[in-house]
């Protein structure tokens, strides 16, 4: 683990995005004060430029939140999950849990379980895992700025790579490690992005299913916004995968990393508990795929991306992410509210999964 | 194929200026943009206070009596100038002619010059497969969604002469000469370039719309291609950053490219706003850190305006009506770019 003071060095990582905060200030803050006198934002209105160093965030508490309650818990749940992912993504890229400016709020405040930094041997997979994880402590920070005292501790979290960790259960489950392997998603350039590659989804399908449950227009856009950076994350991971599963190809080879994330999308699919509801668009019982290779016009295709014969992407209800970060394969028999990558179950008041989503 | 239809070259603006007199010209201010910046920041800040009353995209809003179908109609516009040119890249052959129907004038596509890519990384080739049939599809659930409402199909420039669309946008970016041609059609990085100059755009308009929309099942609809589109500009950066160290066409390396075709781009959509990063790498203290999500300060991707947007594929900063890759403009109520890279007055 790296010092707190190379830990704020992690928020340096795009300077050309800080610089590109100087613009959100003037769309945001505006949004934001029209939105109920919000002040949360105050804690990014720095005009010096040079100030790369400092934290992306200092979140400033505000007693009471511009949102519904309903709102509130939607931000609540999804910070939950962008606390797994950083918690991931800052372990894996920079051998450093978060900062513990972003960690605090209401309900329990768990310890987080394992991680540690992948040794990578591509320099570019490297990159790619430093700059998901300053995405995800942006993430982070943005939520809990907009929740202000309204935001959630960070739960108790298990990203261990050890025989006992959630990852290995999670491997278990799905074929990808025998029933006594373990798979540590730290090992290797491969396992880091097949481990990315289970949370990532998740994300994915998580922001956009709630995307017509959000009341707050600007809430809507940010959201928009959150989905479409989580999207470029798996855009990223899935197609390397799909690229490094073919033996001989531009930067590693793996032959199995095409097989492996068929499986995982198989268990994901078995574990949420899903049932076809209605739409629109319509969710399919396989919500989830694996990357390919598939057929299209006579033609081998890659599946990058999971769609719906629509071309649109899945979207899963709070109660099938629950079932999947809880590891939960008894959801179809009994509700769960803690297991898997949170053993004591997530903070707000979106926790409890559900037997019938 | 239809026969190509000549385009006009150099269609001289409302000013009397060319398109490529106003894109250079617009890339010159961006320069000076950028140092200005600071104190444009400090004094916006100050115009946030006071003008609380309004959203970022309130003016919009407000001002708009446009409808759910307009927005639909606006992103069909633009799924129709994907999918074609996915399908010409991938197949040699535009989209099926029954799924381009629909109210408004149905135009020319020029694809002359188009053909299918010879690729030679098959797994380059396998992407491309793969986002066409989800281009397509977009183009099919759009045109369902909006029923007998749906736009047909506008006049469209896909073709590769050096008065093309694609020319144009590549002598925005890389100031190449008037009588070269920029063919995304050549080889498997000219692709990843015509599909860069798109990916990007079509995730800050639907961002951008996305509060716009009434409808909650339209809502859904737009979200989840928001994210297919975004799933794409992240295979499309991250497979031009494989190949990032490589000589660029007109930057030092590929990746110094992207940034070019970045700042093009922003010249055109605003004078004030910067909504567009290249895959430039940096290398701060914790390592060698990639840029294939252009976001914010807080991890949000950007949004554009409708008006912004049409910037863009008109590749023209003024306020006009019908340029580069649509010739006679969208179909649809929603047809004007914005024009915040020129004064009103220019």
Known sequence: MIDQETLDEVFAIAKRKREERRRFIKVASTAMIAAGGMSALAACNNNNDEDVTAPPVTPTPTPTSAFTAGDVDILNFALNLEYLEGSYYTAAALGASLNATLVSGTGTQGAVTGGRQVAFADRLVASYAREIAADENAHIGFLRQNLGSLAVAIPAINIDGGASGAFTAAARSSGVVPATGTFDPYANDDNFLLGAMLLSDVGVTAYKGSATLIASKTLLEAAAGILATESYHTGLIRSLLYRRGVPGTTIATAANDRQNAELISNARDTIDGNTTTAGPPAIFADDDQGVGPVTINGGTASNVVPTDSNGIVFGRTANQVLNIVYLNTNSRTAGSSGGGFFPSGLNGNIRASAATP | ?346
């Open chain 2, 1 to 346: 194929m239809p026969a190509a239809p000549l385009r006009p070259c150099n269609v001289k603006g409302e000013d009397g200026m060319s398109e490529g007199q106003q894109l250079m010209e617009a890339l010159e201010s961006r320069v000076e943009r950028r140092s200005e910046r600071r104190e444009f920041f400090k004094a916006a800040l100050g115009v946030a206070a006071v003008t609380a009353g309004g959203f970022a995209f309130t003016s919009q809003a407000a001002a708009q009596t446009v409808t759910d179908n307009d927005i639909l109609n606006f992103a069909l516009n633009l799924e129709y100038l994907e999918a074609n040119f996915y399908y010409l890249a991938v197949y040699g052959t535009p989209i099926p002619l029954t799924s381009t129907t629909g109210t408004g004038t149905q135009g020319v596509l020029n694809a002359a010059g188009a053909r299918a890519v010879t690729f030679a990384d098959p797994i380059i080739a396998e992407f491309a497969r793969e986002i066409a049939a989800d281009e397509l599809a977009h183009v099919n659930v759009l045109r369902q969604a909006l029923g007998t409402a749906a736009v047909a199909q506008p006049a469209m420039d896909l073709s590769v002469a050096p008065t093309s669309a694609f020319s144009t946008a590549a002598r925005a970016a890389f100031d190449i000469p008037t009588t070269a041609s920029f063919d995304p059609y050549a080889n498997d990085l000219n692709f990843l370039y015509g599909a860069y100059i798109f990916e990007d755009v079509g995730v800050t308009a639907y961002k951008g719309a996305s509060p716009l929309i009434t409808s909650k099942a339209y809502l859904d609809v737009a979200a989840g291609i928001l994210s297919v589109e975004a799933h794409h500009a992240g295979l499309i950066r991250t497979q031009i950053d494989l190949r990032g160290d490589e000589p660029g066409l007109k930057g030092a390396t590929v990746r110094a490219d992207t940034e070019l075709v970045s700042n093009a781009r922003d010249s055109l959509d605003g004078t004030t706003s910067d909504l567009d990063q290249g895959i430039a790498q940096s290398n701060p203290p914790t390592g060698l850190t990639s840029n294939i999500v252009p976001t914010d300060g807080n991890g949000l991707a950007f949004s554009r305006t409708t008006g912004q947007v049409l910037n863009i594929v008109y590749l023209t900063p003024q306020q006009r009506s019908a340029g580069g890759f649509f010739p006679q403009g969208v179909n649809g109520t929603i047809v004007k770019a914005a024009g915040d890279a020129v004064p009103a007055a220019a």
